[in-house]
């Protein structure tokens, strides 16, 4: 079975090692420290036509701010004609529990609160996933 | 929580690759301190604050939760603009678990 492609946003050295290597074996990863970076990854992402399978984000980051990069990534979807709820599955790790109407309402799919468990990060990670290949198979039944 | 529990909770990563993000934590946290007190030094509070925050959620992940509540303690004081004492008393606290734990 090809590993699904997630990346993988959190401006913190070792906690993006070690988030990294709970998704070793079962995802290919990509790794951003920031925002911006991860803007920059998924613009790429589209234009090779590879898309990600799912974007794991922490929010408070430096430069671009994790609500920040998911609203340009929404804004750019809206451009392309996908509609909220089929575009790139993303969850959020943050350990500001006040952050979570943000990152909502910047169009997240879920999150998760610091400290994050490898068997919690691997099941949220899969339900986000199945959830919008779910909702995308009953909206485009033929692709 | 010993140990293994920890190794098991991180998807049961080798102890030596644990031992060495733990390592590697300790020596980014010790650059983080520096910058910090600059930031405090500065008046440059929020940029103080997401460094402790940045602290507490690495040392949180590794389940070395004695260093994450100190380092959220001087998240909450920054962030409540507490009195200079009380921040250097919460730096002090950091930077003391610090050396004895790494």
Do not use: W
């Not at chain 1, 234009?47 to 799912?54: A, E, F, V």
């Not at chain 1, 609500?67 to 599955?89: N, T």
């Not at chain 2, 031992?19 to 405090?40: C, I, M, P, T, Y």
């Amino acid at each position: 079975m090809a590993l699904r492609r997630a990346l993988l946003v959190e401006d913190d050295f070792v906690s993006r090692k070690l988030f990294a290597g709970m998704l070793r074996g079962r995802f290919v990863c990509d790794v951003a420290g920031d925002g911006l970076e991860a803007l920059e990854a998924y613009n790429l992402s589209v234009k090779n036509g590879l898309p990600y399978d799912i974007i794991i984000m922490d929010i408070g980051m430096p430069r671009v701010s994790g609500s920040e990069a998911l609203m340009l990534i929404r804004e750019a979807e809206a451009r392309e004609g996908i509609k909220s709820g089929q575009g790139v599955p993303v969850l959020i790790i943050t350990a500001h529990k006040s952050a979570f109407g943000e990152s909502f309402r910047a169009g997240c799919d879920a999150y998760l609160t610091k400290p994050v468990s490898a068997e919690s990060l691997l099941a949220k990670t899969m339900e986000v996933i199945l959830d919008r290949e779910g909702t995308n198979e009953q909206k485009h039944p033929d692709s | 929580m010993n140990k293994n529990q920890i190794l098991s909770e991180l998807g049961d990563i080798p102890e030596t690759v644990y031992d060495e993000l733990v390592s590697e934590a300790f020596e980014q946290s010790g650059r983080q301190l520096v910058e910090l007190r600059q930031f405090v030094s500065a008046g440059q509070s929020r940029k103080a604050v997401s460094v402790a925050h940045s602290m507490k959620g690495c040392f949180a992940n590794l389940r070395l939760n004695e260093v994450s509540h100190a380092a959220s303690a001087l998240e909450a004081a920054l962030k409540n603009g507490a009195q200079s004492e009380e921040i250097d008393a919460r730096v002090s606290e950091l930077s003391v678990l610090l050396r004895l734990q790494g």
